[in-house]
């Protein structure tokens, strides 16, 4: 049992575990008009009947660990960003958002309905970048489109209390997710310094760290995040150093470890380290040596 961190008008509800995925830590922010809740996880739902009523339900993305808990609040509005609201309109449009094929799009598929609840909701609405939502006395949630994980990912800052949540823009040490076919590299990477100039007293993630207090540990936090991005690409020069197929860094693993028994391993090594790649090509690191392989011009540096 993990202990909630009231924030003022926030509450970080404090998935199992410390939010490790599955889980993650929810944030309900409570005005004097309206309680809404961003991202239910599947904590959330053993403990709904303890909750204050909820008015509406916000997610910071559309991916099924953030929305497994959506389905315990069927007769409020569900709101997220309009990039990511086809997520929301139907499976198919959820499906699409990872990229998945074959077996593992069907299993994932399966997972996302029954052990993440997902239900399509064809009335959900959307928000944009700098969209509030108004919860009386003072209380007011801003919107902050982050994407780079998804297309649709946004941030929120909750005032008075100066509360920032970032969603999956977690702090973890595994680094930053762009591996679905709706992740961007470039995107993500525009995201963290965009957030590296935001203000705020707290700080809360989705996973894992659940409450920063102040600028300087969120600082430090974000940028060994970051730092995750550039030890990759690096270690994908070293491994060029011989020529090498897509298929052979897929194999080889830099996003997982080998041995992590994750059945979209493949997908997302493929989808986030063929953005390295091209990148590398790009800025004239990597050359195409023969047709499919590729190797680093000039060794790593
Ligand atoms: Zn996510």
Redesign the pocket.
């Known amino acids: 049992m993990t202990t909630d961190r009231s924030l003022g008008h926030s509450t970080v509800l404090i998935g199992d575990r410390g939010g490790k995925y599955p889980d993650g830590n929810a944030l309900l922010v409570t005005g004097r008009h309206e309680t809404l809740v961003i991202d239910p996880s599947l904590s959330v739902i053993p403990r709904c009947a303890q909750l204050p009523r909820i008015d509406r339900v916000v997610n910071s993305?559309c991916?099924e660990?953030?929305l497994a808990g959506n389905h315990l609040f069927p007769d409020v509005p569900w709101c997220v960003h309009e990039l990511d609201r086809p997520g929301f309109l139907s499976l198919d449009g959820m499906m699409a958002i990872y990229g998945f094929q074959g077996a593992v799009k069907a299993n994932f598929a399966q997972a996302v309905v029954d052990q993440f609840h997902y239900v399509a909701r064809p009335d959900t609405t959307a928000f944009r970048d700098g969209d509030v939502f108004d919860l009386g006395g003072g209380v007011r949630v801003r919107v902050i489109h982050t994407p780079g994980?998804?297309r649709g990912h946004s941030c929120f800052h909750v005032e008075p209390d100066d509360v920032l949540y970032l969603?999956?823009i977690d702090l973890s040490s595994f680094g930053p997710?762009y591996g679905d076919a709706w992740s961007d590299l470039a995107d993500f990477e525009r995201s963290l310094a965009l957030v590296r100039g935001l203000e705020a007293r707290w700080y809360a993630t989705f996973h894992h760290l659940g409450v920063l207090d102040g600028r300087a540990a969120f600082l430090e936090r974000l940028d060994k995040f970051a730092a995750v991005i550039d030890a990759r690409e690096q270690r994908l020069l070293a491994y060029l150093a011989e020529p090498r197929s897509l298929e052979d860094i897929v194999v080889h693993r830099f996003v997982y470890r080998p041995q992590d028994p994750v059945p979209w391993a493949d997908a997302c090594e493929r989808r986030s380290m063929g953005q390295h790649l091209d990148r590398l090509r790009r800025d004239g690191r990597v050359r195409e040596v023969e047709p499919g392989r590729y190797r680093a011009v000039g060794g790593a540096r």
């Open positions: 993305h991916h660990d953030h994980h998804t969603g999956d997710y």
